[in-house]
């Protein structure tokens, strides 16, 4: 499914909805360049969850936990990880499956279990408007 929106109110309307489909088990991995929008639309899947702390990017920590409406949360970036490939210590949380997992760069970890994932692919257009790409979730738009 491809998507085209003109706004930030219209990326937190499409984060409502995507976090309304999550059942608290899901791994979502999200690709695009810097600045993107990757962690913008964390943020606003994380408010539709309602997750009290404010949602940051974990590039230096590679990555934050948060408790959600549907269970654990953890948020990773692996912009940090892109010549190691793998990190051992993630596993624990990329295979919790009683959390919802987003990792964003994850493209920068060989991991095989993102061929099961729910990938979006986040591209600038112009005028500040997103392309945003969703693969892995059958996702309706009013």
């Not at 606003?44 to 404010?54: Q, R």
């Not at 408790?67 to 990190?87: I, Q």
């Not at 210590?89 to 993102?114: M, P, Q, R, S, T």
């Amino acid at each position: 499914m491809e998507i085209v929106l003109n706004t930030l109110e219209d990326i937190e309307k499409f984060a409502y909805k995507f976090a309304s489909l999550l059942k608290g088990n899901e791994l979502v991995a999200l690709s695009g360049s810097l600045g993107a929008g990757k962690t913008t639309f964390t943020k606003y899947v994380g408010h539709a969850l309602k997750i009290k702390e404010e949602i940051i990017s974990p590039t230096f920590n590679i990555i934050k936990i948060y408790d959600s409406c549907k269970g654990p949360f953890y948020h990773v970036d692996a912009y940090r990880l892109e010549n190691l490939g793998y990190d051992p210590v993630l596993d624990d949380y990329i295979f919790d499956d009683n959390a919802i997992k987003f990792i964003e760069w994850y493209n920068f970890l060989d991991e095989e279990i993102f061929d099961n994932a729910i990938k979006i692919h986040i591209t600038e257009l112009d005028n500040n408007r997103r392309l945003f790409k969703v693969e892995g979730l059958d996702i309706c738009i009013d």
